[in-house]
C-alpha cells in the first residue's frame, strides 16, 4: 500500500522533531536520492511502489554513486547535501527518513534492501538486527 504524502512526511517530520514540514521534505529528498543510487531493479521498483509518488520519481532517478557507501559515508554525504548540516543533524535526518522508509515498505522488503547495501544499514533504518 502506497503511503499518502503528507502521511509520509507527517511521519517524518514527527521522527525528526523537525520545525516544519520543508524541512522534513528536503531530508526526505536528500534521503532516497542516496539511497536510490543503492538499489537495483526489482527491489528499487518494489519500494518506489509503496512511496508516494514524487518521492518514488526521486528513488527512481537517484544521485549517482561511483561505489555503495557505507553507512558513515552515508550519513557524510547526506549532511554534505543539506545546506549547514552537521554529521549528527544529517544521522537525525537519515534516521527519521529511512525509518519511515522502513515502515511504509514492511519486513520482507526492507530484508531485500538489506541484501543490497553494505553491512551496518539496519541500523540506519531503525531496526538493528543482531548479526
Known sequence: MTLRREAFLDHVTERGEYGSRQEAERAARVVLALLGAHLVGEVRAQ??????????????????????????????????????????????DVGAVLSTVADAAGDDLIKQILLQLPAGYDLLFGSPQST
Open 47 to 92: 519500494l518506489a511502489a509503496r512511496l508516494p509518488e514524487d518521492f518514488a520519481l526521486i528513488l527512481l532517478n537517484p544521485l549517482q554513486s561511483a561505489e555503495p557507501l557505507s553507512p558513515e559515508r552515508f550519513v557524510r554525504a547526506t549532511a554534505a547535501w543539506i545546506e549547514g548540516a552537521t554529521d549528527q543533524t544529517a544521522a537525525w
